[in-house]
């Protein structure tokens, strides 16, 4: 009965642009989101923590914003302002990942998720649910791509906490109770990567030193960098995201699709990389490299073909082009490149 009535829901009328509702719209990914589906014409509403809502600098065209603290929100609360909304999109960029704890991962990662898959699961006219899952679902691994059919056994609780939402999804999706995908994400860089991230922590250290002639040789200290990690432009997250939310429902709902660039770089080649794009007289010192054991290489490295066959999609940035981009938004992209 449920789904013949959500079935029977009028459409908007014609001509009536989509709307697009990004949960944690005032975020890293949230505001490439909202930047991409403006650029396609679509109505875009932002929820996002009372602190972080409001006008935005960076929107030449203003987006409409809501003030929720998305990990505590009741179901009820949330239910209501997406019966509101009435979107024809949701995407959940929502989520705590760097400096927080396993209480707050819980109730940001998983929680969430489960009030928004019971509040979507209830609105009228039902729509596409995108949830923005982790590589690191998958957990640790010693070489090659990793396929959606791989068992996912984190390695960590952020891991665990996503992965659990993934799950959320999906039965629900799979049940028939909603038109719900999961894109299961690799590292994403770009410009205004949070500065708890490494290489957004990075960029804002080399911003505080600042260009210079007389600029001396400085010691950038860090743990050693041994990990290979699959990095993807934020632009081409945004870009599979759109994707996701233009799909038939045939080819994406219940799906798991990773999103990556489909290959393995070196954290740090990465990180060398960054100091050198930036022109500043910066030495890399990885404080303990070599005096462990030596260990099997952690590497986490993405098979994005599924990606390419149902969203036809692919990533189209360098890393050249994500590591200057974040340096210039951080303004501490120097003169050499």
């Known amino acids: ?11 908007p009328p014609l001509g009536t642009p989509p709307r697009v ?9 949230g505001r490439h989101l909202r930047t991409a589906f403006r650029g396609t014409g679509a109505e875009v509403i932002s929820v996002s923590r009372p602190r972080l809502a409001g006008p935005d600098q960076d929107a030449p065209t203003r987006d ?4 929720l603290d998305l990990a505590t929100v009741r179901p009820q609360e949330l239910a209501e302002t997406l019966a509101g909304l009435a979107p024809d999109t949701v995407v959940n960029a929502a989520g705590a990942v760097w400096k927080t704890t396993d209480r707050h991962m819980r109730m940001a990662n998983t929680e969430l998720v489960t009030t928004l898959v ?17 590589i690191h679902e998958y957990g640790a691994a010693a070489a090659g791509a990793i396929g959606e059919a ?7 609780f952020y891991g665990e906490s996503k992965l659990q939402a993934t799950r959320t999804v999906l039965d629900a999706a799979r049940a028939g109770e909603l038109d719900g995908v999961v894109l299961r994400v690799a590292n994403v860089i770009g410009p205004g990567a949070p500065a708890d991230s490494l290489l957004g922590g990075i960029a804002a250290r080399l911003t505080a030193l600042g260009p210079g002639p007389d ?14 990690r699959d990095f993807v432009d934020v632009s081409d997250v945004a870009e599979a995201v759109l994707a996701a939310a233009h799909a038939a429902s045939t080819d994406v709902t219940g799906q798991v699709i990773n999103v990556g660039s489909g290959r393995v770089v070196h954290v740090r080649q990465v990180v060398r990389r ?10 890399l010192v990885e404080d303990g490299a070599g005096a462990a054991p030596r260990r099997q290489v952690n590497s986490l490295e993405l098979d994005i073909t599924k990606a390419r066959r149902l969203l ?26």
């Open 215 to 228: 600029a001396v040789e400085t010691e950038l200290a860090l743990a050693p960098l041994e990990a290979l």
């Open 118 to 134: 019971d509040a979507v699961r209830k609105l009228p006219r039902r729509p596409r649910l995108i949830q923005l899952g982790t």
């Open 64 to 67: 409409r914003h809501l003030a």
């Open 21 to 29: 509702v990004v949960l944690g719209g005032a975020g890293f990914l």
């Open 274 to 283: 960054l100091i050198e794009l930036s022109g500043l007289p910066v030495r």
């Open 312 to 337: 036809r999609w692919e990533p189209r940035r360098d890393l050249d082009e994500s590591l200057s981009g974040l340096l210039t938004a951080a303004g501490s992209l120097g003169g050499r490149r």
């Open 1 to 11: 009965m449920a789904q013949s009535a959500h079935r029977a829901a009028a459409p």
């Open 150 to 156: 791989m068992p996912a056994t984190p390695m960590n």
